[in-house]
């Protein structure tokens, strides 16, 4: 626990309750992100401060379960008996008491101080249903505050009252399931040794009797696992079930109980329009109609919006230049600077922030509104056949932004050979760089229609690279479990902070990648080493029809994709490109730069998700794979046309 | 009547009867998933939507689901008649 | 002991009704299979007579040890056989259900477990 702090508090429950909402109002702009050591899952932290108190808050991912179905899941055990919170606010969507309870059960298995923030609590009034929270209090043994988070309702109360449970770590009475199992729960606390890391027995205890792998790894003693198994089995022989379904069937048991005393229904039910919405939005023919339309409507106002932003802030890092060009240090090293470090963090502020920033902003909007769950709904089929499901489909449309965090939004897969498939893919997505270079190239020197062909092209081959990694991946895919939840009219207040954060989680990762790239690039020109270079490059210059110079821009666009636009203008010294290709040359040096390989931060991205193995695998896999297509493409070019 | 749940119409109530796993194996991750989001033997859901395409969209202990349709023909389930 | 397809189908459902409710009754199963009450009636006479179910003093149909032996047996099978024709085969759900019914009856359970080690097997290359 950090000493810096007076106490911790940690926010759990399920996705799509309200949580990331609630701690964004909690803890304001003042929080970073960090990964549970050994696993890829992300923790946000923040703190808290008032007069009396300083509070560190971490926002759990938004889980169902505490299985170890996923690593979300695990990482969430693992942060409660590790970290030992002082309090764990879990979060319930009043709007869906029954099946929230059932979470929250689950961490009161855990037996650490609990506040339940009952929040979406006018979404309960809207349906036209009220909670008995005294009563609610009552059963679960903890405090349970209304809340209504968008609104900012209720939430000093919540701190206050999580603070009070804090410091007196006040802990809930545990709520008991069937005799047949608390007795058999009780006979294996008693075998249970006092374990350095002070968790409470009951709960390894069930999860022992769920024959949990985890908490079987953490015992370590055969004996007792056996035991365990045993008295499990003879709860299968009662009930007809595995094990693991009938916990899962009394809590949900327990849920419905404690859900129906505590629900009234104030007046009639209210209309929910979901339904009718969805009639619309999910119909078969006109649903994708109006995804691709909104996909195409995002697309622009990214491009248009990005392009205007970027043009603004160049010209403003250019007002820097002349004052900076006139500091009295040495010219060289000046240039060095300049060219080297400045334009790496302008290449991060005013070339990549002005697309992935609106970009960002419809993204979130359409993950508040619900909508994003009906493009995972709409496209499953279809993913299906590369092996993985619709949720697979959202990252795929983020790498249009930039690949780096659309490989970091795989995260939403459960299995990791899902997640692998997806960011291969989604390095061969153009991301807004690319797509810079296709209008700057393609579209101003042949014509828009063969900007779309490049395109379409580009679409084919993703398309048979995840039929072909879908084949050769061993495995099945997962299928779509998901929840849908209701739409929902998006906050722009929160909307803002949740950009906010996303946009601060990228640039911590990608700007010293790309500034670091830039300077080094900027010692290879200095250096004179650019000759050394074209040697090595001259075979894949004869094998892709290129000139040689032109080929060379191409491992500047391994560090950063637009450098490759950038650099032949500097090595040709002009900006009309086609005094410098042919059309063909155009075409296939535009095809190339869409796939050739993952820009220097997707790459440092793969490692940090899946390892160096797979990274390196990747890199070279697409680098073969373009190679082939433009000496295909060149050929055919040639030789056809 | 006895039905895969990726064959019910949309509005009808079901009752979930079973689900085909291959036997002699333990359950897969994805029944226990199924479970922990509320399917469970026994429970009444209905059918919110139900394309020839896509994924089934079920309403279950207050919320609603969205089952891929190779899960959903794993689903063994009986029709209710409402009432 | 004859075991005709009808008493397979009705010993199956009989078992997954019992399994799911705790009990079964005549019009669970007419219901269950869409079929009438008084065919219904008729096959269960003849599971009395070759002794797979009893009828309790309460109108519930019971499985004795033999019936449920049969019936898990051939749900098994018809589990297998339809995970093969749909997702090795990829014939479609309602056909592969059905078919897998009626091949269900036609081959032993030991033919079946091999079937299923094979599917195994081809799933781990």
Known sequence: ?641 | MRKLLSGVKSGKKVKVVDFIVPPHHGVPQYIIRLQEMGILRGDIMTIERNGEFGPVEVEIKGTHLAIGRGIASKIVVEEIDNG | ?125
């Open chain 3, 1 to 125: 002991m004859k075991q005709t397809k009808a008493v397979e189908d009705y010993l199956e459902s009989i078992y997954l009704l019992t399994k799911l409710n705790g009990y079964t009754r005549v019009r669970d199963i007419a219901r269950f299979l869409n079929v009438k009450l008084p065919s219904v009636t008729e096959i269960i006479k003849k599971l009395q007579e070759e002794g797979f179910v009893e009828h309790t003093p309460y109108g519930e149909i019971k499985l004795t040890d033999e019936g449920r032996r049969i019936g898990l047996e051939t749900w098994n099978k018809h589990k297998i056989l339809y995970v093969f024709l749909k997702d090795y085969l990829n014939v479609e759900d309602e056909t592969a259900f059905k078919e897998a019914c009626l091949i269900e009856h036609t081959v032993s359970e030991e033919t079946v477990e091999k079937l299923q080690k094979f599917l195994e097997e081809l799933k781990n290359r």
């Open chain 1, 1 to 641: 626990m950090d000493k810096k702090f007076d106490l911790t508090f940690a926010l759990a429950g399920n996705a799509n309750v309200g949580k990331s909402v609630i701690f964004n109002q909690l803890t304001g702009g003042n929080q970073i992100i960090g990964n549970w050591p050994g696993k890829t899952v992300e923790i946000e932290e923040g703190f808290l401060e008032t007069a009396a108190y300083k509070i560190r808050v971490v926002d759990l991912p938004g889980i169902y379960s505490l299985s170890t179905y996923s690593e979300e899941e695990v990482v969430t055990r693992e942060f409660i008996m590790k970290e030992k919170p002082d309090v764990v606010i879990v979060v319930v969507d009043a709007s869906a008491l029954y099946r929230n309870l059932f979470f929250l059960l689950q961490i009161l298995e855990m037996e650490v101080p609990v506040v339940v923030a009952l929040n979406q609590y006018d979404l309960l009034e809207k349906d036209g249903f009220e909670i008995d929270i005294k009563k609610l209090e009552d059963l679960l043994g903890v405090p349970v505050i209304k809340t209504i988070a968008t609104k900012n309702v209720g939430l000093l109360e919540l701190f206050n009252r999580a603070v009070l449970v804090g410091k007196d770590r006040i802990m809930p009475k545990p709520i008991l399931y069937g005799k047949e199992i608390e007795d058999r729960v009780e006979r294996l606390m008693q075998k249970i040794p006092t374990l350095n890391i002070s968790i409470s027995k009951r709960f390894i205890a069930i999860k022992l009797l769920e024959a949990d792998e985890e908490i079987e790894k953490l015992v370590n003693d055969k004996s007792i696992i056996a035991f365990a198994h045993k008295l499990g089995e003879e709860l299968e022989a009662l009930h007809g079930e595995t094990i693991q379904t009938i916990l899962i069937r009394e809590r949900y048991a327990q849920s419905l109980q404690i859900s129906q005393e505590v629900l009234k229904r104030k007046k009639g039910l209210a209309k929910d329009l979901s339904k009718d919405i969805d009639d619309v939005l999910l119909h078969p023919v006109f649903g994708f109609f109006f995804l691709i339309l909104i996909l195409l409507f995002m697309f622009f106002v990214v491009f248009k919006l990005g392009s205007f932003l970027s043009d603004y802030i160049g010209s403003l890092f250019d007002l820097l230049k002349t004052p900076f060009m006139s500091l009295h240090i040495g010219e060289k090293l000046k240039i060095f600077l300049w060219d080297g470090v400045i334009e790496g963090v302008v290449a991060a502020f005013g070339i990549v922030l002005p697309y992935i920033a609106p970009f960002y902003l419809l993204l979130s909007f359409l993950e508040d509104s619900g909508y994003l769950a009906r493009i995972a709904f709409l496209t499953d089929t279809f993913m299906h056949k590369l092996g993985v499901h619709g949720k697979a489909f959202i990252p795929l449309i983020e790498s249009f932004g930039c690949n780096v965090p659309a490989i970091m939004g795989t995260r939403v897969l459960e299995r990791r050979r899902d997640r692998i498939i997806v960011s291969i893919l989604a390095t061969l997505v153009p991301c807004s760089a690319r797509s810079v270079i296709v209008f700057g190239l393609v579209a101003t020197f042949l014509g828009p229609q063969y900007a779309i062909l490049i395109y379409a092209l580009d679409f084919v081959f993703i398309f048979l690279v995840g039929l072909l990694l879908n084949r050769y991946l061993k495995g099945t895919g997962a299928g779509l479990i998901m929840e849908m939840p209701k739409y929902r009219a998006p906050v722009l207040g929160v909307i803002l902070k949740q950009t906010g954060v996303r946009l601060k989680e990228f640039f911590t990762f990608a700007t010293p990648i790309i500034v670091v790239a830039n300077t080094l690039m900027e010692g290879l020109i200095i250096l004179n080493l650019l000759p050394y270079l074209e040697v090595i490059v001259k075979p894949f210059a004869w094998i892709l029809g290129l000139p040689t110079l032109a080929t060379l821009t191409l491992i500047f666009g391994a560090l950063r994709k637009e450098l490759t636009l950038i650099m032949l203008a500097t090595f040709y010294r002009t900006m009309n490109f086609s005094s410098i290709l042919t059309a063909k040359q155009i075409f296939v040096y535009g095809f190339v730069t869409m796939v050739y390989i993952p820009c220097v931060a997707s790459i440092a991205m793969l490692k940090r998700e899946f390892g160096s193995r797979v990274a390196i695998l990747v890199t070279i896999f697409e680098f073969v794979l373009a190679m082939l297509l433009g000496g295909i493409l060149h050929l055919i070019c040639e030789v056809i046309l």
